[in-house]
């Protein structure tokens, strides 16, 4: 084949969290060398990365929150903190050698498979082209605000916080506090702002 025509990797992973990991480690088990994850944030995790609201922990047991491969049965608690689970993953990254492997603060905005190349174009949030011949999209979801759709939610004059981008900086120290939502975030939240002197 033609040089011009090679890509820049053999495959692309799109995200550094669990599923990335595992991806990343799986492809290097299987002899695969050549190939790059590309992430948003400065640091692996994702979800675990993103969410550090107070209270912050899975909501299913923690030895689920694992690999196969590499089981960890020293858990401080059933339901282990975010930054357990952040620690694991960079663990695993660590003990895999994947770091070489990981550009961060990088946004793939758009992918688009070049028949006549016969491999991926994917652009960069800062107009960098990456191109690779496989795609495996490991991105999440639970790593991305999505603000309620409530009629006026947006007028209110005072601070909004969402648990997906938690500004630790905001003291809510004798600040009335409503929380929209009752899922996990919420029932682990609640109770660790409620603990802050007047609120």
């Known amino acids: 084949m033609d040089r011009k025509f090679d890509p820049d990797h053999e495959i692309i992973i799109i995200g550094a969290g669990f599923s990335g990991i595992g991806c990343g480690i799986s492809l290097l088990k299987a002899g695969f060398t050549d190939f790059l994850m590309v992430d948003d944030a400065d640091g692996v ?13 899975v909501d299913i047991p923690s030895y689920s929150y694992q690999f196969s491969y590499e089981m960890r049965p020293d858990w401080s608690r059933t339901y282990a903190h975010g930054n357990e689970l952040k620690g694991y993953a960079e663990q695993c990254v660590e003990k895999y050698k994947l770091g070489d492997h990981i550009r ?6 758009a ?22 011949r496989f ?8 790593s991305r605000p999505k603000w309620p759709e409530i009629q006026g939610v947006r007028d209110f004059a005072g601070v ?13 120290s004798g600040k009335r506090v409503a929380v929209i939502g009752t899922g996990a975030s919420a029932v682990q939240l609640i109770p660790e702002i409620a603990k802050k002197q007047g609120v």
């Open 135 to 142: 795609v495996v999209n490991c991105s999440g979801v639970l």
């Open 104 to 109: 961060f603060n990088t946004t793939i905005t």
């Open 160 to 172: 909004t916080l969402h648990t997906a981008r938690w500004d630790d900086s905001e003291d809510l």
């Open 45 to 57: 995790g994702g979800t675990w990365h993103w969410n550090t609201y107070p209270g912050i922990a």
């Open 111 to 132: 992918a688009c498979f070049d028949e006549n190349a016969t491999f991926w174009r994917l652009t960069t949030a800062k107009g960098e082209e990456i191109t690779a």
